[in-house]
């Protein structure tokens, strides 16, 4: 089960970006790349990446506003979900939300995304009284 986690690094982006789109999680809208650069400029983000033999397994993204953390592309490789890697990543990912004294995370789940729903509910994370709302600022998406 055990990976070995540690920070990105520059030499990790096409892998990156690759397992993003291998689970689904990037969007015409949302440019892989500049996420990638607003989490390493940050002092308030980190992007984490999962190693077994050198090969990059698994990632996720973690930042604050000094008040919350959040949770973001969270991916293991499809061929090995179910070991418990999306566990670790998490579980790596709270501890540098704790290590900042941050007290609470978020994460957003698209709606009908049932498989990750359930893997955030096992991990003790609770569905919260609130609604998220959203405003394009620029050139309008659909």
Known sequence: MTLHIREFREEDRDHVVA??????????WNDPDADIDLAVRSREASLLVGLKQDEIMASIMVGHDGHRGWIYYLAVTPDHRSHGHGREMMAEAELWLQSRRIPKVHLMVRSGNTDAAEVYKALGYERQEVSVFGKWLG???S
């Open 19 to 28: 397992l993003w789109s291998m689970c689904e999680l990037t969007r015409p």
């Open 139 to 141: 050139p309008e998406r």
